[in-house]
């Protein structure tokens, strides 16, 4: 009896070490790499704004480059942002926000004194898109609209699937 029980005993183990495959070892610092790779990132308020500023900043360089022969259509179809041109006031009347209606005002007044307006980056008032907002050579009011789900699928493309 004591035989047959140490015989399933080492039987037992040797299949349970046999099932135990040494040679297929996980590197684990390539484990961690990878997690983190794969980890879900945070994209912040000011990353969407930050995002914003500078994709406005290349579309405004491609604009103003004279040897661009792109028109504002093909931009932004190419972008896939809308571009509104024109002067303050007649922008004014065609947008319905109430907020880029106020800064447009703003816009008007300091061309109207012949105050330099640096670019800028405005919000809506439901705060779902993001205006890039600058004034060319020509003195036209130039509005890049950006929504915020069209930037954050273009800040980290690899991590959104």
Same mark, same amino acid.
């Given at each position: ?22 040679? %297929?070892? $996980? ?5 961690? !790499?990878?997690? *983190?790779?794969?980890? @879900?990132?945070?994209? =912040? ?5 930050n995002k914003a500023d500078t994709w406005g900043q290349e ?17 932004s179809k190419q972008f896939q942002i809308s571009i509104q041109?024109? %002067?303050? $006031? ?5 947008? !319905?926000?109430? *907020?880029?209606?106020? @800064?447009?005002?703003? =816009? ?25 907002i600058f004034i060319n050579k020509k003195q036209d009011v ?20």
């Amino acid at each position: 009896m004591k035989k047959s029980l140490l015989f399933t005993c080492l039987a037992s183990s040797i299949l349970s070490l046999h099932s135990c495959d040494f040679s %297929k070892r $996980i590197d684990t610092t390539a484990a961690v !790499k990878e997690m *983190k790779n794969r980890q @879900v990132k945070r994209i =912040l308020p000011q990353d969407i704004t930050n995002k914003a500023d500078t994709w406005g900043q290349e579309i405004q360089a491609i604009i103003e480059n004279p040897t661009n022969k792109l028109s504002l259509d093909s931009i932004s179809k190419q972008f896939q942002i809308s571009i509104q041109s024109g %002067k303050a $006031i007649s922008l004014k009347q065609r947008n !319905k926000d109430q *907020k880029i209606q106020e @800064v447009l005002a703003a =816009l008007d007044y300091s061309q109207s004194i012949k105050q330099e307006v640096p670019p800028s980056i405005q919000k809506n008032t439901a705060g779902d898109s993001l205006y890039y907002i600058f004034i060319n050579k020509k003195q036209d009011v130039i509005l890049l609209g950006f929504s915020k789900s069209q930037i954050v699928m273009n800040i980290d493309k690899p991590l959104i699937k």
